[in-house]
């Protein structure tokens, strides 16, 4: 079995521009620099078989590359308590436009649709049930972060593999986007 998302990588001078995020919140899971990502699609565990059927439906999708910049970080909270940690992205039309090509090609493949409200972010951590209280200072030290502009010129299939410090990504297969 394979665990696969769909992702956008983020450029390196990117990826050091959010390192100073990386630290400052207690019981944190920052993720490291290397796996930072903008999710398209999160798939999860498919047969291999399957998976290259997902890697032909990706090829066939067509789109524009996407102009991006991040800005300003957030939290996803539930009940006052703080999962995660994010940059928020900021992106031209042509995202959400890749993003529904990458969920229409995984439709035909017989996956249903994520349900999901597609909301662009960079995660920087993880947390476990952290009071939003504790959270707030970081937000708030952090809330004029600005990284950016960078153009993503492909998106790329993933393998998510569970290990020491938390999982590790294996790039699979990139798609070109080309105008």
């Known amino acids: ?21 990386g630290s400052g919140l207690p019981d944190a899971r920052w993720v490291a ?9 999160f798939i999860g565990e498919v047969d291999e078989d399957v ?3 997902i890697d ?7 789109a524009s590359p996407v102009a991006i910049s991040l ?4 939290c996803w909270e539930s009940k006052g308590r703080v999962r995660a940690v994010w940059s928020k992205v900021k992106a031209d039309g042509s995202l959400p436009l890749l993003q529904g090509r990458v969920e229409s090609s995984l439709k035909r493949v017989g996956f249903e649709p994520d349900g999901c409200k ?3 972010h960079v995660t920087v951590a993880r947390l476990k049930g952290v009071p939003a209280r504790i ?29 020491h410090g938390g999982s590790h990504y294996e790039a699979l297969a990139r ?4 105008r």
């Open 33 to 41: 620099p290397q796996s930072l990502h903008i999710t398209l699609r």
């Open 1 to 21: 079995m394979l665990r696969l998302f769909v992702a956008l990588e983020i450029p390196d001078d990117i990826k050091e521009r959010l390192a100073p995020l």
């Open 51 to 53: 998976a290259e059927d």
């Open 71 to 74: 800005g300003g970080v957030g």
């Open 175 to 178: 798609y070109a986007l080309a």
């Open 118 to 120: 597609f909301s662009p």
């Open 135 to 163: 959270v707030a200072p970081y937000l708030q030290h952090h809330g004029h972060f600005r990284a950016g502009p960078f153009t993503a010129d492909h998106f790329t299939l993933f393998q998510s593999r569970m290990g």
């Open 56 to 62: 032909a439906a990706l090829g066939s999708v067509h």
